[in-house]
T-cell receptor
């Protein structure tokens, strides 16, 4: 499985856009990129998944450059409730039957 | 849809006792479930893969005789921590795999179980 590297922590203020970048230099051709969010004492929650270019849903956008060696999770106008740990995962299936390998994640702290 | 529950949400027990944690897929059938463990300020670490009707596959370093996994039905997997010790205190999280139409599957996580061994 491709190894991922993310910043350990980030700080932001309410209303700002937050971009979290993940490096995955060894991503394989059939790997997808998936981001999860985890609040304290809760299980991870799926945010977004993509293969290339840009993906957008109601909570975030995912930008993937052509070489796919990195990806950026963009959270528009964060609020205090977005304070959480964000994990970038890379895997051969769309979060399927194989277990997920979680890296260290990025701890986002949103200030008022 | 696609909700996974865990019971109990937290448990405190004495050293040497056994604790059973249940993981249920509430509105779908899951042939594959996964058990993770998470220590404070750390990431999730896979413990084992549980397939309905067969023996679980344990990750290296996870004692199968200590962490008993039973996946007797398509909606229930249980993790029993036998003879628990303080070092087993952790946050245990399960996930269940749901097969969507077509070829791919999605994983959904339970809310976790906080185990504290005194």
């Amino acid at each position: 499985l491709a190894k991922t590297t993310q910043p350990i922590s980030m700080d932001s203020y309410e209303g700002q856009e937050v971009n979290i970048t993940c490096s995955h230099n060894n991503i394989a051709t059939n790997d997808y990129i998936t981001w999860y969010q985890q609040f304290p004492s809760q299980g991870p929650r799926f945010i977004i998944q993509g293969y290339k270019t840009k993906v957008t849903n109601e909570v975030a956008s995912l930008f993937i450059p052509a070489d796919r060696k990195s990806s950026t999770l963009s959270l528009p106008r964060v609020s205090l409730s977005d304070t959480a740990v964000y994990y970038c995962l890379v895997g051969a299936q769309k979060t399927g039957r194989r277990a997920l390998t979680f890296g260290s994640g990025t701890r986002l702290q949103v200030q008022p | 849809g696609a909700v996974v529950s865990q019971h109990p949400s937290w448990v405190i027990c004495k050293s040497g006792t056994s604790v059973k944690i249940e993981c249920r897929s509430l509105d779908f059938q899951a042939t594959t479930m996964f058990w993770y463990r998470q220590f404070p300020k750390q990431s999730l670490m896979l413990m084992a893969t549980s397939n309905e009707g067969s023996k679980a596959t344990y990750e290296q370093g996870v004692e199968k005789d200590k962490f008993l996994i039973n996946h007797a039905s398509l909606t229930l997997s249980t993790l029993t921590v036998t003879s628990a010790h303080p070092e087993d205190s952790s946050f245990y999280i399960c996930s269940a795999s749901l097969q969507r139409s077509g070829s791919y599957n999605e994983q959904f996580f339970g809310p976790g179980t906080r185990l504290t061994v005194l």
